[in-house]
């Protein structure tokens, strides 16, 4: 069984569900600290053929909690001001009718807690692409609680089956082949692959969140993109 493990990303970009593609089961790490200003709650869309930066507002966040303890702020109206920024950025985009109702649906939802939330939001653009991958949180995986770093990977490797361990080529030099090999274990680095699309008059943008993916291609489209990675 050929596994990831990443940290729970919502509305992230191409590169992750590209790697999330390319394996069996998905681990989203949630028992490890929360970054401020990473990657976590915050991404890009595309407005006025230009990056912009959003964030989802979350409750007590920092760096001195967990992942798995982290809530969204209760208050949802800087979600409704972001949606609305969204239906202006894309209301013209090829695929904004089928695509703003799955969006809507994640930023509105009422789940509180931050991991399921994304757990959730990446089920619903897996399912509407039509390609299911199943999705664990680690903190339901066994592993020693001291375990960090590669060893932690290797833990939850093991506690899933895993034959394959596939991470992003970015994090190569965090991870040794021959201790993978000496449990079994094949190691592989994917390096995400950001073809152009078209994202209307301007050139082409990479790197946004999947949000501008959604909205500017075709589902069956968007399943290519999903599994065009080396």
């Known amino acids: 069984m050929r596994v990831a493990i990443m940290q729970p990303y919502l509305l992230p970009y191409l590169g992750y569900f590209q790697l999330l593609h390319r394996v069996d089961t998905f681990v989203l790490l949630d028992d490890v600290a ?26 007590g966040s920092s760096q001195n909690k967990l992942i798995r303890d982290i809530r969204l702020l209760p208050d949802d109206r800087a979600r409704r001001k972001l949606l ?3 239906r202006q950025a894309y209301r013209a985009a090829p695929q904004f009718a089928r695509a703003f109702p799955l969006v809507e649906a994640v930023l509105l939802s009422p789940e509180p ?22 999705l664990v949180r680690s903190s339901a995986l066994a592993k020693p609680s001291h ?28 991870y040794a082949a021959p201790d993978f090999a000496a449990q079994g274990i094949k190691l592989h680095f994917l390096q995400p692959s950001l073809l152009p699309y078209p994202q209307g008059s301007g050139a082409f943008v990479p790197g946004l969140s999947i949000v501008d993916v959604l909205m500017h291609n075709s589902p069956v489209r968007v399943r290519e993109l999903f599994e065009w990675a080396l």
């Open 34 to 59: 929360f970054i401020n200003k990473g990657w976590i709650n915050r991404n890009q869309l595309l407005v006025n053929g230009k990056p912009h930066l959003f964030t989802i507002p979350l409750a």
């Open 84 to 86: 609305a920024t969204i």
């Open 147 to 174: 375990a960090t770093g590669q060893a932690r990977i290797l833990a939850i490797c093991r506690s899933l089956g895993a034959s394959d361990y596939v991470n992003m080529a970015g994090g190569a030099s965090l």
């Open 113 to 134: 807690d931050l991991t399921t939330l994304v757990a959730n939001s990446l089920s619903l653009i897996n399912e509407y692409v039509g390609r299911p991958v199943p």
